[in-house]
Nanobody
């Protein structure tokens, strides 16, 4: 099994933008999680490839957009209006996850190594 590979993290000032990328085989559900220092991993956004349905955590709605380019086997997370609270390690995840469980990290069976996002005030 080939694990996802993330890229695109970095340091940015508050109000700035970043786009994360994840090269991964197409899977029923693909998602972005993040883990701030000293905190638990949390679901940020997910996309269901059969329907293109997308889901977002309340904290990022209206600021982040998840999408996928099937021709490139790449998942994206466009992050705008970044806030210091968005600072975290961001992970790409994939699995056969039911819609109601997309924020449950344990439901995913394939994870990338993560890419760091740091937002300064």
């Amino acid at each position: 099994q080939v694990h996802p590979v993330e890229s695109g993290g970095g340091s940015v000032q508050a109000g700035g933008s970043l786009r994360l990328s994840c090269v991964a085989d197409a899977t029923y559900c693909m998602a972005w999680f993040r883990q701030p220092p000293g905190k638990e991993r949390e679901g940020v956004a997910a996309i269901y490839l059969s329907t293109d349905a997308t889901y977002y955590a309340d904290s990022v709605k209206g600021r982040f957009t998840i999408s996928r380019d099937n021709t490139k086997n790449t998942l994206y997370l466009q992050m705008n209006s970044l806030e210091p609270e968005d600072t975290a390690m961001y992970y790409c995840a994939a699995g056969s996850v039911g819609i109601g469980y997309w924020q449950l990290a344990a439901a995913y069976d394939s994870w990338g190594q993560g890419t760091q996002v740091t937002v300064s005030s």
